[in-house]
């Protein structure tokens, strides 16, 4: 079991930096092409964004910041020690807080990893995707796959925590190709990885490209047996799938990531960030706008660009802390659900829906918490679909 921080003054941190080098053709994120970023001013405005946030959050303590995107990696050095050191003075922090930057593996990104950590970053997640230069090309990738072994060697002889991300089901691959970069893989992880099945979103690049024949996605039971084959051979090398993508050793989980899979709370700040905030009994959602010069004009004139600001109501709420917690190996337990939403699982689930999601082997309830199983992980949304509906 992973342990949990239980003081329920503990919440994370989210910032979102909207920038990339360019836009990666399967990629829906809030991400954005510009020429020129005035480093100064998006420091200024996330400075000014958390401040606001401080003023809503007193007495919390920080377990985690996650700087995300977009491509975190291409912000000054000096700006992420600024956010970070501003973060410190406005809120107390875990004594073991974890500071984490997504990072792109490209040479100039790697040379600035050790500015990052000197400037506060004490985990690195790096966006290597494939360690194959063709398939990096077809991802519309900037960086080569010795880049990107370059960077992971960097990354670990600089940070004593590190994930990278792998991009896997891709058009055409095949079970022996998939099993040789993964395990090429293997040997350049240290306790962290992020294995993702490709995904054709609605608005991108890709969508169009499949809508015009140019690659087939492929196939639900193809997926599916590269699923299984991946969790059972990331088990036996001990990095144990700890949620459907991510395998860690025993420790290494990422703690923010864990935040939002046990619904706990958060900010975000940043164009688009999210957030969730338990205020006495209520949970408050939140969004920034998303545009990132809008963002910029508003917080300037406002001190923050909130654009929603909404209470969760109670179902909307059970079924995020499904949706989320049935993600995770560990389950849902029994006194989080209670907590949260002031029911008992087996009376606020439909009874007979979670006895034949159990009947079918894709459910169970194991000491006093709710669980999907591999079989259930493996096929989550159609669960969820027959769970929640
Ligand atoms: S680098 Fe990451 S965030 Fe940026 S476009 Fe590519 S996948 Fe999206």
């Known amino acids: 079991m992973i342990p949990a921080s239980d003081d329920p003054r503990g919440f994370g941190i989210y910032v979102h930096w909207p920038f990339c080098r360019a836009k990666c053709p399967y990629c829906d994120f809030n991400s954005h092409v510009r020429e020129a970023i005035d480093q100064g001013r998006w420091r200024a405005a996330l400075l000014r964004e958390l401040s606001h946030y401080a003023e809503a959050t007193p007495d919390r303590i920080v377990t985690s910041l996650f700087f995300g995107g977009g491509t975190p990696s291409l912000m000054d050095p000096e700006t992420v020690g600024a956010v970070i050191a501003a973060v410190k003075a406005a809120w107390p922090v875990a004594p073991d807080l974890e500071v984490t930057l997504e990072a792109n593996p490209t040479s100039i990104e790697a040379e600035k990893f050790r500015a990052f950590r000197a400037a506060g970053v004490n985990r690195v997640s790096i966006g290597v995707q494939a360690l194959d230069d063709d398939i990096l090309k077809f991802l519309g990738r900037q960086h080569s796959a010795r880049e990107a072994i370059r960077a992971l060697e960097i990354g670990r002889a600089t940070f004593d925590r590190m994930s990278f991300d792998l991009i896997y089901a891709r058009p055409g691959q095949t079970l022996p190709a998939w099993q040789a970069e993964l395990d090429a893989a293997l040997d350049l992880a240290k306790g962290h990885l992020s294995l993702y099945q490709l995904t054709i979103e609605p608005g991108t690049v890709f969508e169009q490209r499949v809508a015009r024949g140019d690659f087939q996605p492929m196939g639900e039971d193809a997926q599916a047996a590269l699923f299984d084959w991946t969790a059972a051979r990331l088990e036996e090398a001990g990095l144990a799938g700890y949620e459907i993508s991510n395998h860690a050793r025993p420790g290494e989980e990422s703690r923010h990531n864990l935040t939002y899979w046990r619904y706990g709370d958060y900010i975000g700040v940043g164009p688009g960030a999210h957030g969730r905030l338990t205020l006495g009994d209520r949970k408050i959602a939140t969004r ?102």
Do not use: N, Y
């Open 288 to 389: 920034q706008h998303r545009a990132p010069e809008a963002w910029l004009d508003l917080v300037e004139r406002d001190g923050h660009a909130t654009r929603q600001r909404l209470e969760v109501e109670p179902a909307a709420r059970l079924s995020e802390m499904v949706m989320m917690g049935l993600r995770l190996a560990e389950g849902i337990p029994a006194a989080r659900f209670r907590a949260e939403t002031g029911r008992v699982m087996e009376e606020a689930l439909d009874p007979a829906r979670l006895a034949r999601l159990v009947e079918g082997g894709f459910l169970g309830v194991e000491s006093g918490r709710l669980k999907a199983t591999a079989e259930g992980r493996a096929r989550l949304d159609a669960v969820l679909g027959a769970l929640l509906a």
